[in-house]
């Protein structure tokens, strides 16, 4: 099946917001198997709508249209693609009564505000469609279908259409594949892009059923390996080799095959397995690493303070660098990187540090100590570990390569020296 | 004029990467002035391309394709775009001479690399285009017109397309327009959108000629105030009132008028000016304050040190809270964000201090102090100054939004007391 995606909102069409409903809705599309040709975006007009849905129901078998859906005069979406499928608008008993319930339930937290009659404008719904509850607002997202074509419609914020798409959409499609598509995603670190890739060229060009997608991120790089099966214990069957295989090239580097875990819980899962507390020192990366690390909920049982040794007075005062070495080798050192890092667990009294000093940029940068050039230190029990690199990309992208190569570096020493 | 925007790319129908480049050119557009109906990605395919170009050429007046100038087989915009344009492609010996200088400085710090024949692909160009040079890769950009069309090829990566368009594309559309379009920002902090929305809704309502648009951002909201005339002084002219009147409503609360400074940017500056020296404690952010502050090429002039004292352990050791504080009101609680302020002071020897205590969730939330419950302080001379927060959102739209807080109540402090 193919599937097309039409984005509703002069929001968009004005720069205002980012499209990440057109991304995170592609990449649901191709891990259920489905094709996409195109994506559009077109602002609240009725002509140019009708126009663009009409030309995506006849050149797609999936529709999948986003935002619009909201009471006032210029949400249209629903009514637009009522028209172009043909089919009159109704009002459905249970979307009014949970639009009536949200409702009642917003309004004791916000007191000064009304329900008016447009919020029931979002209760009509076209003859013959799927309901599907929003849990998180008014605007009920929808399912129509007609001559083989399907047509779902979905709000715009992303905080209402991911569950909707994930607890309502995706298992509906899922059902309406001819075949069964089952995915696991393989997460790899440690290795760069292009060496991975070198690393998996002929499982690459080999690929048939399942396939490899690779997804490049900072640092880091996402495998989904996607197989198609008549069920999916044979799906799975079929994905399982592929898996091994991928096991044994990037053994310790693949850190969870887990599709929900991020780098960073997995870190902090290490961390609790072993009852490690955790002490960060940054100097270029300010503050990402631990901040990073504290998106985690939980992270407090690990992560007990972090120091931001900006300035060489901090490097000295909070993590004991000696002024010998600050003055001999610079702030931007291994020695420096090993000494904030043995200095963190003296001041603190946690059981393993991890320390950063680079040069971020734009300005600073020498001969022999470029731009881009950053040292990570480790150390736990008697051992203190400190790597070298040397990033590309502005004062950003240096900062945040910094803070992923810190997390590989921390995982590589537990796994190391706690876990064998 | 109408513009209208092709991103070509399979990354793009995958989901592998979100379309930032869309949001830029859209807002691009509409600083300069033109209208935008559609925006449309379509994959690395000959005829659909064809389909979708021709398409735009038809309904807009300016295409903006960006993405598919690369070297390799796949990358065919340009050939479809000529096609479309009913031009043939011809070597352009500038192009070329671009190219081999670009290789030969990136040979010298990749020597494993070659340069190869497909590179040479990128130098031909449709007969008559103006060439625009590409500062950060080999892909020239290149602008088609035709029977009063223009046609706009952009190289697709951000680092590439961005300077691009800012230099070479943005002054020649300007040039193109009948009217003269010229626009300020004014940036405002410490407001909640909608509480600004209804501030200026008689000028939203009343507008035509400057136009007023907002931008939300997280904790901010971004006022773009457009005008069209002759020529730009009489523009400037029309603008003028608009901005006093902002100036008038907004006062304090507008942190700058300049397009490309932060709101942390101005907070260095105010820091910079007072010659003061900071240090950051945040417990609930872990990090992402001094990270924010981080961002600044040079806060190191003025941010000492930050630190994260995220256990009642470390917010008594590195800002000497009291034991019967965290006992008696909470580490969530007034008292301890000012004791976090002042003990950083004491600790480090700076000018001024911010702190930041709160619930981010998921979990710790209870009825008394809910998730989104947030305290920042700021300490400074004999002074402290405490502001109670209740931010709605997950996780990271709390931490976000307590981030701006922290650096809005800063800025306030150095506002009252230093500046007054």
């Given at each position: 099946?193919?599937?097309?995606?039409?984005?509703?909102?002069?929001?968009?069409l004005l720069?205002?917001?980012?499209?990440t409903?057109?991304?995170?809705?592609?990449?649901?599309?191709?891990?259920?198997g489905?094709?996409?040709?195109?994506?559009?975006?077109?602002?609240?007009n009725?002509?140019?709508?009708y126009?663009v849905?009409?030309q995506?129901?006849?050149?797609?078998?999936?529709?999948?249209?986003?935002?619009?859906?909201?009471?006032?005069?210029?949400?249209?979406?629903?009514?637009?693609?009522?028209?172009?499928m043909g089919?009159?608008?109704?009002?459905?008993?249970?979307s009014?009564?949970?639009?009536?319930?949200?409702?009642?339930?917003?309004?004791?937290?916000?007191?000064?505000?009304?329900?008016?009659?447009?919020n029931?404008?979002?209760a009509?719904?076209?003859?013959?469609?799927?309901?599907?509850?929003?849990?998180?607002?008014t605007?009920?997202?929808?399912?129509?279908?007609?001559?083989?074509?399907?047509?779902i419609?979905l709000?715009?914020?992303?905080?209402?259409?991911?569950?909707m798409?994930?607890?309502q959409?995706?298992?509906?499609?899922h059902?309406r594949?001819?075949?069964?598509?089952?995915?696991?995603?393989?997460?790899v670190?440690?290795?760069?892009?292009?060496?991975?890739?070198?690393?998996?060229?002929?499982?690459?060009?080999?690929?048939?059923?399942?396939?490899?997608a690779?997804y490049?991120?900072?640092?880091?790089?996402?495998?989904?390996?996607?197989?198609?099966?008549?069920?999916?214990?044979?799906?799975?069957?079929?994905?399982?080799?592929?898996?091994?295989?991928?096991?044994?090239?990037?053994?310790?580097?693949?850190?969870?095959?887990?599709e929900?875990?991020?780098?960073?819980?997995?870190?902090?899962d290490?961390?609790k397995?072993?009852?490690?507390?955790?002490?960060?020192?940054?100097?270029?990366?300010?503050?990402?690493?631990?901040a990073?690390?504290?998106?985690?909920?939980?992270?407090?049982?690990?992560?007990?303070?972090?120091?931001?040794?900006?300035?060489?007075?901090?490097?000295r005062?909070?993590?004991?660098?000696?002024?010998?070495?600050?003055k001999?080798?610079g702030?931007?050192?291994?020695k420096?990187?090993?000494?904030m890092?043995?200095?963190?667990?003296?001041?603190?009294?946690?059981?393993?540090?991890?320390?950063?000093t680079g040069?971020?940029?734009?300005?600073?940068?020498?001969?022999?100590?470029?731009?881009?050039?950053?040292?990570?230190?480790c150390?736990?029990?008697?051992?203190?570990?400190?790597?070298?690199?040397?990033?590309?990309?502005?004062?950003?992208?240096?900062?945040?390569?910094?803070?992923?190569?810190?997390?590989?570096?921390?995982?590589d020493?537990?796994?190391?020296?706690?876990?064998?």
């Amino acid at each position: 099946m193919v599937a097309e995606l039409v984005c509703v909102g002069t929001e968009l069409l004005l720069g205002n917001i980012v499209n990440t409903n057109a991304a995170y809705l592609s990449e649901m599309c191709a891990r259920l198997g489905l094709s996409m040709y195109y994506q559009t975006v077109v602002g609240d007009n009725e002509e140019r709508m009708y126009g663009v849905i009409s030309q995506a129901v006849e050149r797609s078998d999936v529709v999948i249209l986003c935002g619009g859906l909201g009471p006032t005069q210029d949400d249209m979406t629903k009514e637009v693609a009522a028209k172009v499928m043909g089919k009159k608008l109704v009002e459905d008993e249970h979307s009014r009564r949970c639009i009536q319930e949200y409702m009642d339930n917003y309004l004791i937290s916000h007191p000064d505000m009304t329900l008016t009659a447009n919020n029931w404008k979002q209760a009509m719904v076209p003859e013959g469609a799927i309901v599907l509850d929003n849990a998180n607002g008014t605007a009920p997202g929808l399912i129509l279908e007609e001559n083989g074509k399907l047509v779902i419609l979905l709000p715009g914020p992303p905080n209402e259409l991911i569950p909707m798409f994930e607890n309502q959409v995706y298992p509906f499609l899922h059902s309406r594949q001819p075949e069964v598509i089952y995915s696991r995603m393989v997460k790899v670190c440690g290795i760069g892009e292009s060496m991975l890739e070198e690393q998996i060229r002929d499982l690459i060009d080999s690929q048939t059923n399942p396939t490899i997608a690779t997804y490049a991120k900072t640092g880091e790089v996402h495998l989904r390996i996607t197989a198609r099966a008549e069920d999916e214990a044979a799906a799975k069957k079929m994905i399982k080799p592929m898996i091994r295989e991928l096991k044994e090239r990037f053994g310790k580097n693949i850190y969870t095959t887990d599709e929900k875990k991020t780098l960073e819980d997995c870190v902090v899962d290490l961390l609790k397995d072993q009852k490690l507390t955790l002490t960060t020192v940054e100097s270029c990366t300010g503050g990402a690493l631990s901040a990073r690390i504290i998106n985690v909920p939980g992270a407090s049982e690990v992560l007990k303070q972090g120091l931001v040794t900006y300035s060489n007075r901090a490097k000295r005062k909070f993590t004991l660098v000696k002024k010998s070495t600050l003055k001999d080798e610079g702030a931007v050192s291994a020695k420096t990187a090993k000494e904030m890092a043995k200095g963190a667990l003296e001041s603190t009294d946690c059981d393993i540090s991890v320390s950063v000093t680079g040069l971020a940029g734009p300005d600073g940068g020498t001969k022999e100590k470029p731009v881009g050039l950053v040292y990570i230190g480790c150390a736990y029990r008697d051992h203190t570990k400190v790597r070298e690199f040397h990033f590309n990309g502005n004062r950003n992208k240096i900062r945040e390569q910094s803070v992923v190569a810190a997390l590989v570096l921390l995982r590589d020493c537990i796994l190391e020296h706690y876990q064998s």
